[in-house]
């Protein structure tokens, strides 16, 4: 059974930086089999595409310049550095995998796995 666990979420305030975490586990699952991406969901919002990685990178425009998406092989890891955040990054993020390579992001309605998702919060 895969799983895939989000930490590193919190409070910051406008202007710093949060790193998230993606630990994925299955008996034969690995982030380099899978294009790997976060999302995020903000309350009374849709869920809307962070960051994916398949080999190359693709981010929103919202995020391009300030969040860096990134994966650790031997950890089965996939990271999201967050900086200069403001309060419109204040979401729920989740952490997506979806099997082969996707490179010009994913869509929700296309993903074969979930995080349960962690929490950002960013003051002002």
């Known amino acids: 059974q895969v799983q895939l666990v989000e930490s590193g979420g919190g409070l910051v305030q406008a202007g710093g930086s949060l790193r998230l975490s993606c630990a994925a586990s299955g008996r034969t699952f690995s982030i380099y089999t899978y294009t790997m991406g976060w999302f995020r969901q903000a309350p009374g919002k849709e869920r809307e595409f962070v960051a994916s990685f398949s080999g190359n990178t693709y981010y929103a425009n919202s995020v391009k310049g300030r969040f860096t998406i990134s994966r650790d092989r031997a950890k089965n890891t996939v990271y999201l550095q967050m900086n200069s955040l403001n309060p419109e990054d204040t979401a729920v993020y989740f952490c997506?995998?979806?099997?082969?390579?996707?490179?010009?992001?994913?869509?929700?309605?296309?993903?074969?796995?979930w995080g349960q998702g962690t929490q950002v919060t960013v003051s002002s």
């Open positions: 997506a995998a979806r099997l082969g390579t996707v490179v010009n992001g994913l869509t929700p309605s296309n993903i074969d796995y």
